[in-house]
């Protein structure tokens, strides 16, 4: 059982080492700050012990890969040290966060590292469940300004994440989903100002789904960046939309098949790295 004074804060942030929390972290109710939570394999360590918190400002949350249906995030009530009816509230809802980090393996490993098969290898067994399950368990609220995810291994990114509702957002990193196709919808999002993706596999093109409905998609953001794209081939342009109207900054590196690509008027930097040569030539 864990014992000390009920804290409001718990720095562990230089506590690279660190394998765990203690047990039943969630009974501290009064905690707010706790960056990163190390996912456990058990229920006293688990990631429903974030039921009960409202954490504020940032979470990291590292080794999603140990969440299995044995320790899936459910409402608990600890007076009665039983589960509570499933809701569909979001998991994270509660907390008033204005960042949220969710990652299979070790967050500050896999920017170093594009895969780690060991790390991120799901439980075999009877329990285990899709990366896309926990994902949509982990909503977060709407006011969230900085979201980062890397390591997923699902096929698709869910609804919750193409960002339509997450008005607020203004920095977008998506690191290593090898699985999924495409990418979110997120030309709708007003503020968003940074978006950096890397190791995306699976995806051949970039079309509609990425910007979205609105007239002018990317209105607010900056700062574009695309890596490790080894099979990407065609960036379509939309036509009668004003698309990245404010966009000062696009970093393209190691996307060797890209052949076209959509166009961008307000450019003052512009980074082409390990790219087809002709798509190179074109932007000289």
């Known amino acids: 059982m864990f014992k000390m004074v ?41 990631l429903f012990q974030l039921n009960s918190l409202r954490l504020q400002g940032e979470l990291k949350m590292e080794h999603l890969e140990n969440v299995s249906l044995y320790n899936l995030p459910r409402h608990f009530d600890w007076r009665k040290r ?18 949220l980090a969710l990652s299979w393996g070790d967050i500050n490993a896999s920017k170093l590292n594009r895969y780690m098969p060991g790390q991120l290898r799901q439980t075999e067994n009877d329990r285990s469940i899709s990366a896309e399950t926990i994902i949509d368990k982990l909503r977060p609220n709407n006011d969230i300004r900085r979201l980062l995810i890397n390591g997923y291994q699902g096929t698709r990114f869910l609804n919750w994440m193409n960002l339509n509702t997450l008005g607020d957002l203004t920095r977008l990193e998506l690191f290593n989903c090898p699985r999924c196709e495409s990418l ?47 099979n990407f081939q065609s960036w379509e342009s939309i036509d009668q939309m004003e698309a990245f109207t404010c966009l000062n900054r696009l970093i393209i590196v190691n996307c060797p098949r890209l052949t076209n690509m959509q166009w961008f008027s307000s450019l003052r930097y512009l980074e082409m790295r390990n790219c087809n040569p002709l798509m190179l030539r074109s932007a000289a």
């Not at 968003?192 to 998609?217: A, C, N, T, W």
């Open 82 to 99: 039983s589960f509570l009816s499933d809701t569909e509230q979001p998991f994270l809802n509660g907390g008033k966060l204005y960042s």
């Open 184 to 230: 979110p919808t997120v030309g709708e999002s007003p503020a968003l100002k940074v978006l950096h993706i890397q190791g995306m596999d699976s995806v051949l093109r970039i079309s509609r789904e990425f910007y979205g409905e609105g007239r002018r998609p990317f209105s607010s953001l900056n700062e574009l960046s695309l890596r490790d794209f080894p």
């Open 6 to 46: 009920d804290p409001r804060h718990l720095n562990i942030k230089d506590c690279t080492g660190l394998t765990h929390l203690p047990d039943y972290i969630g009974l501290l109710k009064n905690l707010q700050t706790l960056p990163p939570f190390i996912v456990g394999q058990r229920i006293e360590n688990g």
